[in-house]
């Protein structure tokens, strides 16, 4: 059984640039949550997306928008980059909404 | 808004003692979660509590459910080297994570 997995690894951009960050859910997950982590903080809730609508979302701003696909993978995509938003991008998927959520091993994204 | 308090915020300890980490909230939870942190690396789940009052272990881990819904706490008995990391603690179906507790183990 394949779990989470996330592309890129790294990223480097500049202010005012826009990222996209991909997920891929565990077999048989519907759902998908991203999460923002900054350095020595604990994940940050951005959306959740089950059956490719938005199920949820957290404190942050509409330039963060995302997309979930019918196979349940899904995107991240972050417009108009800001120094702020250099961070590790946690992707999780889980069975339905409110179950247990595996994380993937996170998008380091660093934006000078 | 909701929010967990997590603590200690680190801890540092000799190989083969046992550790104790708590969270508590403000607000009710019907689901409380810990998870493992390495460096550079996304969150591991140790346990997952769905009931309150649960007491779930996982090997030498030990986490409980509040009785009040607002609080859980993790043991960690007999550590060994590799228990070095972040631990945090999570709730709610969309996840509210403490600030994390580091531990390091002298071997």
């Known amino acids: 059984e394949t779990g989470v997995t996330q592309s890129p690894t790294h990223l480097i951009k500049t202010r005012g640039q826009q990222v996209t960050l991909r997920c891929s859910s565990q077999?048989?997950?519907?759902?998908v949550s991203w999460y923002q982590q900054a350095l020595g903080q604990g994940p940050q809730f951005i959306f959740q997306?089950?059956?490719?609508?938005?199920?949820g979302r957290g404190n942050f701003p509409p330039r963060f928008s995302g997309l979930q696909f019918p196979n349940y993978s899904s995107e991240l995509n972050v417009n108009a980059l800001e120094l702020d938003d250099s961070a590790l991008y946690l992707c999780?998927?889980?069975?339905?909404?409110?179950?247990?959520?595996?994380f993937g091993p996170g998008t380091r994204l660093l934006v000078l | 808004g909701q929010q967990l308090n997590q603590s200690p915020q680190s801890m540092f300890i000799q190989e083969g003692e046992d550790v104790s980490m708590n969270c508590t909230s403000s607000?009710?939870?019907?689901?409380w979660l810990w998870y493992k942190q390495d460096p550079g690396e996304g969150p591991v789940l140790l346990i997952a509590?769905?009931?309150?009052?649960e007491l779930t272990s996982n090997g030498r881990l030990t986490a409980q459910f509040g009785i009040t819904r607002k609080d859980s706490f993790l043991n960690i008995s007999a550590s060994i080297p590799s228990d070095v990391g972040i631990y945090f603690c999570?709730?709610?179906?969309?996840?509210?994570f403490g600030q994390g507790t580091e531990l390091s183990v002298k071997p």
């Open positions: 999780a998927s889980s069975p339905f909404p409110s179950e247990t959520q595996y």
């Open positions: 077999s048989g997950h519907n759902t």
């Open positions: 997306y089950y059956r490719e609508e938005e199920n």
């Open positions: 607000s009710i939870f019907n689901t």
């Open positions: 509590l769905y009931k309150a009052g």
């Open positions: 999570a709730a709610g179906g969309k996840l509210i």
